[in-house]
């Protein structure tokens, strides 16, 4: 049902969305990080076709974001559950970005529905830009620079 | 060309990706990122039909992702270039997390073609979640709350 993809040889970003680049997979992710794990709780709350989930949990799971791990429950077949890997947890920080920018420049008018907050201390979390020392950084003081594996344009 | 896209009511997630929710939206950031402006260089840059960029630049400059400013060269009819507003600026941190995730996860073996350092000082940055101190969470630490804005699921 699903092929490998081919993903962008030079760009991170290209290659990120290679496998994440459809809002669908963002909507999984984000039901995920709430909690869901089986087939039917993904297509209940997102109302997806289940032939588009089924394709999208199964590239999930090929490029490591999601495991499936079988499950029985009394007088039914088995079934597959999808949980998250480290590297599944680790797009927190993406949907996080997606989220702030959403609140911040596409505001509902009742507010947010989601916020994130410290589990110690009860303090507002964003995400940000930081150093090697965990410290936040202005924006304007971080700079993209090109490695020797950039690829030289021709033309 | 473009019509006015029906955000998603509650969720920012899916509201950023409403309006981004495309790769050539972000692969069009990555290239204005880099100092793009005009029609011609997002073209020969990514490769992309010229009614789709149109498409998806008259969305970024209808949610003010962009602004349009005209320019003419010397013999030339007028053009437009498009800037990134504030609010496009914004976007670099997310940009800069699927960057991050991408070098992490789906590494090319020649290792990252760019890599992020702060100006001053020239450290290694990445992105983060951070409290309201500007320091650094381990990302278990966060919690994400359902405020009073939250859908009330039927059924």
Chains 1, 2 share one sequence.
Do not use: N
């Not at 290679?18 to 039917?40: C, H, K, N, P, Q």
């Not at 974001?65 to 499950?71: D, G, H, I």
């Not at 949980?83 to 920018?101: E, F, H, I, Y």
């Not at 020392?133 to 620079?145: M, N, T």
Request: aromatic share 8%; net charge neutral.
């Amino acid at each position: 049902m699903t092929s490998s993809k081919t993903l962008d040889p030079y760009c991170s970003v290209a290659r990120s969305l290679g496998v994440l680049g459809d809002r669908w997979m963002f909507l999984i992710l984000r039901e995920a990080f709430g909690g869901a794990t089986r087939f039917a709780e993904f297509h209940s709350a997102l109302g997806i076709a289940r032939d588009v989930l089924a394709d999208r949990l199964a590239t999930l799971v090929e490029y490591g974001v999601m495991t499936k791990e079988p499950y029985q429950e009394p007088g039914q077949r088995s079934r597959d559950a999808y949980l998250l890997t480290d590297a599944g947890r680790d797009l927190r920080v993406v949907l996080g970005s997606l989220q702030q920018w959403g609140d911040t420049y596409l505001p509902r008018p009742g507010g947010p529905t989601i916020v994130r907050r410290t589990h110690r201390g009860d303090r507002p979390v964003h995400v940000a830009f930081v150093d090697d020392r965990g410290r936040e950084l202005d924006p304007d003081d971080v700079v993209a620079h090109r490695t020797d594996q950039y690829p030289v344009r021709d033309g």
